[in-house]
């Protein structure tokens, strides 16, 4: 699930549920582009090169998807057009769909920024509705790309689930309990019995360790979990009195104080740093965190980690993309049919199995990769079974053209907190001040 926004986004790195290796074959088909160098074009015998712009990892490539599309489709080759970083990408499209110029046939669009997208620029995509089937989507990720006459702009790819990703081994040492299900028994509650956990694990935590990777994190996960957030349904900013900001805020207020996290906003040097010392004892994990972690930890701490059901018995989603169709490429049909292939069961079920991040079409659940799939260096934790039952239980999310902005204003003020030692009041009011002046 890509490195994006610092406590917003979601990681796209890839999480090993099972490695196929690429035949030379497959890779020389993915490598093929049309010899006239137009994006989108036609050669002279007919052949056509559909782009797809994204970013970070959405895992078609590592899946061999374009490979087998080609094997499918002879004429068409597909040619992706990946940038690191969110932050990065999505600036560049808003300025592409401005002067429409310069986009590619399918476009990806992170979660955060889909209700700005559906609000303002829905008129320059294609309508998905027509392609494919909604209904085949959990119903909450449908409606976030669909407009209020019934436009579907974006096809869903992944979505982000939550668990629970912990150290077995610190938290042996520690005197808790390590089995998964005991784990999940005692943080049942919900986050305030995290942190209680937190409180226990700091009694005999081994020494350079901490309970939490970041206070930020959690805020998040916390905030995910309800069906409002920083919006309300009628479109209006309501972070400021948002009871799960509140909750949010005050219990990363609590963890930042009592020193129960290690201060790290996601994504950063020092944060990959510390997984691959091994200095954290949990994280809050989205399916696609997994990946992250695995990658970031290394083979030395392959098994000591497990994954157990998330704090609270509310479901909550972090993260997700989606595809996107402009009107304006030269191959726009052929891209709505390629849009519908990627993102059908069994294709979403061959990107979970080679990276990790879990399906948002609902009929993939019951694919064996996806039903039967167990993470070995989670301890082989079940998590086709785990994200499946989460996935199906999370409440529809009003969404706010500015939830990306918003969320990493907060967590930047959290992140202070936690470093700087920055007072949660005093904290609160730089975020808000920082917000009334981005978004009114």
């Known amino acids: 699930m890509r490195i994006t926004r610092t406590g917003g986004g979601h990681g796209r790195r890839a999480a090993i549920v099972a490695t196929t290796a690429l035949t030379a074959s497959a890779l020389l088909l993915t490598g093929c582009s049309s010899d006239d160098g137009d994006s989108g074009g036609t050669d002279a015998n007919g052949n056509i090169t559909l782009t797809v712009a994204d970013y970070g990892q959405f895992g078609y490539k ?41 986009l590619a046939d399918v476009t990806g669009i992170e979660v955060g ?17 027509k392609t494919i089937d909604a209904a085949d989507w959990v119903s909450w990720k449908a409606k976030q790309a669909t407009t209020k006459d019934g436009t579907v702009i974006g096809a869903g790819t992944d979505i982000g689930p939550m668990s629970l990703c912990y150290r077995k081994d610190l938290f042996q040492k520690a005197g808790l309990p390590t089995d998964r299900e005991a784990v999940a028994k005692a943080v049942a509650g919900g986050w305030e019995d995290y942190l209680k956990l937190g409180e226990q694990y700091q009694k005999k935590a081994p020494s350079g360790t901490y309970f939490m990777d970041s206070a930020s994190a959690m805020y998040n996960a916390v905030v995910s979990s309800s069906s409002q957030q920083y919006y309300n349904a009628a479109g209006e900013p309501v972070y400021k009195d948002s009871p799960s900001v509140k909750q949010g ?26 997984l691959r010392k091994g200095s954290v004892a949990t994280v809050a994990c989205p399916a696609w965190m997994a990946g992250q972690i695995s990658t970031n930890s290394g083979d030395a701490y392959k098994g000591k980690w497990d994954i157990s059901r998330a704090p609270g018995t509310t479901a909550a989603n972090w993260g997700g993309s989606f595809l996107t169709v402009p009107k304006s490429g030269k191959h726009v049909k052929e891209a709505q049919e390629l849009v519908k292939w990627l993102t059908a069961p069994e294709q979403q079920a061959a990107v979970f199995k080679a990276i990790g991040v879990f399906p948002s079409n609902q009929k993939a659940y019951e694919l064996a990769d996806v039903k039967n799939a167990k993470l070995p260096y989670f301890s082989d934790a079940p998590i086709g079974q785990l994200y499946a039952e989460e996935a199906k239980a999370i409440p529809a999310a009003v969404l706010g ?30 975020a808000t001040d920082t917000l009334d002046k981005a978004i009114g």
């Open 249 to 274: 805020w005050n219990l990363a207020a609590e963890a930042a104080e009592k020193k129960l996290s290690q201060g790290l906003p996601q994504f950063t040097d020092a944060w990959t740093a510390a």
């Open 113 to 129: 920024r889909i209700k700005e997208v559906v609000d303002t620029q829905a008129d320059k995509f294609a309508d998905l509705g």
């Open 62 to 102: 590592e899946a061999g998807l374009f490979a087998k599309y080609h094997q499918l489709h002879p004429n068409i080759t597909v040619k992706e057009e990946t940038t690191a970083s969110e932050q990065d990408y999505y600036p560049k499209l808003l300025q592409q769909l401005n002067t429409g110029s310069g």
């Open 401 to 430: 053209p500015k939830d990306g902005v918003i969320k990493d204003t907060i967590s930047t003020q959290i992140n202070n907190m936690e470093k700087r030692g920055t007072k949660p009041d005093d904290a609160w009011k730089a």
